[in-house]
């Protein structure tokens, strides 16, 4: 059996190409094309004829459950799954729909949890949208891209001071398993409150109770109301795994097209590759590096280069993206984190090893960096975080090397005494993201030495007594910051002050 030929010896040759006949509402003929499975098994479905099937369409079987056509080969059709259930066996029915996959876009999505076809995962009824969008659609031409210029704050200290991101940037999160890397992103959607920004949990691959977990943690904090869920569990069919984080660029797109903000977070990647390597051994594509296929690079660089700014005539909307990536045994050179590392805007790296010694969040400041979102910073920032990484790395150095129980001279001493003040000044628990001002407040009394000679475990308190001053004491600073303005030297001598008084006791704890 042929699948090429005319259309009429195709019909002919093909076992039951046509199933039926139907009429279209305008009174024409219209023919349908059919085919049967003949195996199924592991997330793919193999099926006889379908002759005019193109890549990428939707198929249905049984039970409107529905399958994507992939691999075209002359004998048969590898058909990835985004379903499965009874009635799908060797035998059954496989249908053209002539169409792609769409999900439904819109504000009806907010606040909901999906899975990647866009069908209700939260019992809140039907998805209120009056839009679909193709899950996969062409990246923005460069002429339509417009410069990074708006900060994307996540409220973490370390990464707003140190390696900052902006809108329409794509920065990538590393680290090995539980560093919290979910947790960082959490904490950054958490912060997008009132920031007009849209954000887009993808999860991928996800046991449903580390996702419970975060929706929760949404919740809790309010957060909702601006958040999307796709969620593709880890024993969903592969192909689920595979279509989600396309299924969630769509939905960001439609906000970026609107001259919104929006913000996708892929957690994580890592699954996807492994979900799409699977599907490609299945369909018997040749494996390359790590039996990955070779458009393994492809199919993420696609992804992720429709993530961008618009020109302000485009209305100037943005779609930042933060994929996630899992290491293995802090090895960054391995193939997939080296795809992203070279496809994204920069990386923030989490270690294992600070995450046990309790810096959190464990980022490694040496190893992170930050291609474009250092023009987008808030000036404010200069005043402390000029060269604080590079001083911070240096820092590290240092401290390895005083472990060797040389004897230090004094500026030695210094320097560390004010590496650890820094770097106590950076920790911050979980689900707390400050705004720019207090985050420079407490940077420039750490910076400006007030915390040299405190005890590592008081630093903690102290900036929570600069939080908690800050707002009586320089209320329009928050403005100030936010704006754009520089911090004049008279604005920095009195956040000093602040941190003075701070240090000297006057706030009052907060009753645990
Ligand atoms: P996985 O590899 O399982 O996905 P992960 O890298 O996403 O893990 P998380 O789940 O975010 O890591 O975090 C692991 C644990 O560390 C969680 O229990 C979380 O509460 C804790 N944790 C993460 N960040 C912080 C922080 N800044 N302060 C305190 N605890 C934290
Ligand atoms: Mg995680």
Same mark, same amino acid.
């Given at each position: 059996?042929?699948?090429?030929?005319?259309?009429?010896? !195709?019909?002919?040759?093909?076992? &039951?190409?046509?199933?039926?006949?139907?009429?279209?509402? #305008?009174?024409?003929?219209?023919?349908?094309?059919?085919?049967?499975?003949?195996?199924? =098994?592991?997330?793919?479905?193999? !099926?006889?004829?379908?002759? &005019?099937?193109?890549?990428?369409?939707?198929?249905?079987?049984?039970?409107?459950?529905?399958?994507?056509?992939? *691999?075209?080969?002359?004998?048969?059709? =590898?058909?990835?799954?985004?379903?499965?259930?009874?009635? +799908?066996?060797?035998?059954?029915?496989?249908?053209?729909? *002539?169409?792609?996959?769409?999900?439904?876009?819109?504000?009806?999505?907010?606040?909901?949890?999906?899975?990647?076809?866009?069908?209700?995962?939260?019992?809140?009824?039907?998805?209120?949208?009056?839009? #679909?969008?193709?899950?996969?659609?062409?990246?923005?031409?460069?002429?339509?891209?417009?410069?990074?210029?708006?900060?994307?704050?996540?409220?973490?200290?370390?990464?707003?001071?140190?390696?900052?991101? &902006?809108?329409?940037?794509?920065? /990538?999160?590393?680290?090995?398993?539980?560093?919290?890397?979910?947790?960082?992103?959490?904490?950054?959607?958490?912060?997008?409150?009132?920031?007009?920004? $849209?954000?887009?949990?993808?999860?991928?691959?996800?046991?449903?109770?580390?996702?419970?977990?975060?929706?929760?943690?949404?919740?809790?904090?309010?957060?909702?109301?601006?958040?999307?869920?796709?969620?593709?569990?880890?024993?969903?069919?592969?192909?689920?795994?595979?279509?989600?984080?396309?299924?969630?660029?769509?939905?960001?797109?439609?906000?970026?097209?609107?001259? @919104?903000?929006?913000?996708?977070?892929?957690?994580?990647?890592?699954?996807?590759?492994?979900?799409?390597?699977?599907?490609?051994? /299945?369909?018997?594509?040749?494996?390359?590096?790590?039996?990955?296929?070779?458009?393994? %690079?492809?199919?993420?660089?696609? @992804?992720?280069? #429709?993530?961008?700014?618009?020109?302000?005539?485009?209305?100037?909307?943005?779609?930042?993206?933060?994929?996630?990536?899992?290491?293995?045994?802090?090895?960054?050179?391995?193939?997939?984190?080296?795809?992203?590392?070279?496809?994204?805007?920069?990386?923030?790296?989490?270690?294992?090893?600070?995450?046990?010694?309790?810096?959190?969040?464990?980022?490694?400041?040496?190893?992170?960096?930050?291609?474009?979102?250092?023009?987008?910073?808030?000036?404010?920032?200069?005043?402390?975080?000029?060269?604080?990484?590079?001083?911070?790395?240096?820092?590290?150095?240092?401290?390895?090397?005083?472990?060797?129980?040389?004897?230090?001279?004094?500026?030695? #001493?210094?320097?560390?005494?004010?590496?650890?003040?820094?770097?106590?000044?950076?920790?911050?628990?979980?689900?707390?993201?400050?705004?720019?001002?207090?985050? $420079?407040?407490?940077?420039?009394?750490?910076?400006?030495?007030? %915390?040299?000679? /405190?005890?590592?475990?008081?630093?903690?308190?102290?900036?929570?007594?600069?939080?908690?001053?800050?707002?009586?004491?320089?209320? =329009?600073?928050?403005? +100030?910051?936010?704006?754009?303005?520089?911090?004049?030297?008279?604005?920095?001598?009195?956040?000093?002050?602040?941190?003075?008084?701070?240090? *000297?006791?006057?706030?009052?704890?907060?009753?645990?």
């Amino acid at each position: 059996m042929k699948r090429e030929g005319s259309l009429h010896t !195709v019909f002919e040759e093909t076992l &039951g190409a046509v199933d039926r006949i139907s009429r279209t509402p #305008r009174g024409t003929l219209r023919a349908e094309e059919y085919g049967e499975v003949t195996s199924v =098994g592991h997330g793919v479905a193999r !099926v006889r004829g379908l002759p &005019g099937v193109r890549s990428e369409e939707l198929v249905r079987f049984p039970n409107d459950l529905l399958g994507m056509a992939f *691999n075209l080969e002359p004998e048969e059709v =590898g058909v990835i799954l985004l379903d499965e259930g009874p009635g +799908l066996a060797a035998g059954a029915t496989a249908r053209r729909t *002539n169409r792609v996959l769409d999900v439904p876009v819109g504000e009806g999505l907010l606040g909901r949890v999906v899975d990647p076809a866009g069908r209700p995962l939260d019992n809140a009824g039907r998805i209120r949208s009056a839009a #679909r969008a193709i899950i996969e659609s062409p990246a923005p031409a460069i002429i339509d891209r417009a410069p990074v210029t708006v900060p994307l704050s996540t409220g973490i200290k370390v990464v707003d001071a140190l390696i900052p991101i &902006g809108r329409g940037q794509r920065e /990538l999160i590393l680290g090995d398993r539980q560093t919290g890397k979910t947790g960082l992103v959490v904490d950054c959607m958490i912060n997008q409150k009132g920031k007009h920004m $849209i954000c887009i949990y993808c999860a991928i691959g996800q046991r449903s109770s580390s996702v419970a977990k975060v929706i929760a943690d949404l919740r809790e904090h309010d957060a909702t109301s601006y958040c999307i869920v796709v969620f593709a569990p880890g024993d969903a069919p592969p192909g689920q795994l595979f279509i989600a984080p396309y299924a969630a660029m769509a939905m960001g797109e439609y906000f970026m097209r609107k001259g @919104l903000d929006a913000l996708v977070v892929f957690d994580d990647l890592s699954q996807h590759a492994r979900a799409y390597r699977e599907l490609s051994l /299945l369909l018997r594509r040749p494996p390359g590096r790590e039996s990955f296929p070779g458009d393994i %690079f492809y199919i993420h660089s696609r @992804l992720l280069e #429709r993530s961008t700014h618009f020109r302000p005539e485009l209305g100037g909307g943005s779609l930042s993206a933060l994929p996630i990536i899992e290491t293995e045994e802090q090895n960054l050179a391995a193939y997939i984190p080296t795809n992203l590392i070279s496809i994204t805007d920069g990386q923030i790296y989490l270690t294992p090893t600070l995450f046990q010694k309790g810096v959190l969040p464990a980022v490694d400041v040496g190893t992170s960096v930050s291609r474009v979102g250092g023009k987008t910073q808030l000036p404010a920032y200069r005043a402390v975080a000029a060269d604080l990484k590079l001083s911070y790395s240096q820092f590290e150095e240092l401290e390895v090397f005083s472990r060797f129980g040389t004897r230090i001279d004094e500026h030695t #001493r210094r320097t560390l005494a004010r590496g650890r003040a820094v770097r106590e000044a950076l920790k911050q628990p979980l689900y707390d993201p400050l705004p720019a001002a207090e985050q $420079i407040a407490i940077l420039l009394a750490a910076t400006s030495g007030l %915390f040299d000679d /405190l005890p590592p475990e008081k630093v903690a308190a102290f900036s929570g007594g600069i939080r908690r001053l800050l707002p009586v004491e320089m209320p =329009g600073i928050y403005d +100030l910051v936010d704006s754009g303005k520089d911090l004049d030297a008279a604005s920095r001598e009195a956040l000093i002050a602040v941190a003075r008084k701070a240090l *000297n006791g006057e706030w009052k704890p907060l009753k645990p």
